[in-house]
């Protein structure tokens, strides 16, 4: 059985790398990581990832506005929201974009596969 791939959309380069290890150690397939939104946007319609894993706050385009973006073209797209802001009412937008989930950074990493 092929990996499940993952796009992670972080702006923070410490925690790309910090998912993109936690991830494959665990048997993913990192197949892209993006800097912010839009980016990220551009590549999940480039490779179609399994899941991705979006920041909230990122420049150029948010996470928020990145997940609607995404789910507008291809509502079966799997989005895990993943951000350092405790904010109510910012974890209540994403998941009315569409995420599937919400963690809070930082977070213990058998949390993330448990929503993955």
């Given at each position: 059985?092929?990996?499940?791939?993952?796009?992670?959309?972080?702006?923070?380069?410490?925690?790309?790398s910090?998912?993109?290890?936690?991830?494959?150690?665990?048997g993913y397939?990192?197949?892209g990581?993006?800097?912010?939104?839009?980016e990220?946007?551009?590549l999940?319609?480039?490779?179609?990832?399994?899941?991705v894993?979006?920041?909230?706050?990122?420049?150029?385009?948010?996470?928020?506005e990145a997940?609607?973006?995404?789910?507008s073209?291809?509502?079966?797209?799997?989005?895990?929201?993943?951000?350092?802001?405790?904010?109510?009412?910012?974890?209540?937008?994403i998941?009315?974009?569409?995420?599937?989930?919400y963690?809070?950074?930082?977070?213990?990493?058998a949390?993330?596969?448990?929503?993955?």
């Amino acid at each position: 059985m092929s990996k499940q791939t993952v796009l992670i959309v972080e702006d923070a380069e410490f925690m790309r790398s910090l998912l993109k290890k936690e991830l494959e150690e665990v048997g993913y397939e990192v197949v892209g990581e993006a800097k912010d939104g839009k980016e990220g946007i551009m590549l999940y319609f480039k490779l179609f990832p399994d899941i991705v894993t979006m920041d909230i706050s990122m420049p150029n385009i948010d996470g928020i506005e990145a997940t609607k973006q995404i789910l507008s073209k291809d509502p079966k797209a799997k989005i895990i929201a993943v951000s350092g802001n405790n904010d109510e009412e910012i974890k209540q937008k994403i998941l009315r974009a569409g995420a599937l989930d919400y963690l809070q950074k930082p977070f213990q990493p058998a949390y993330l596969w448990e929503k993955l």
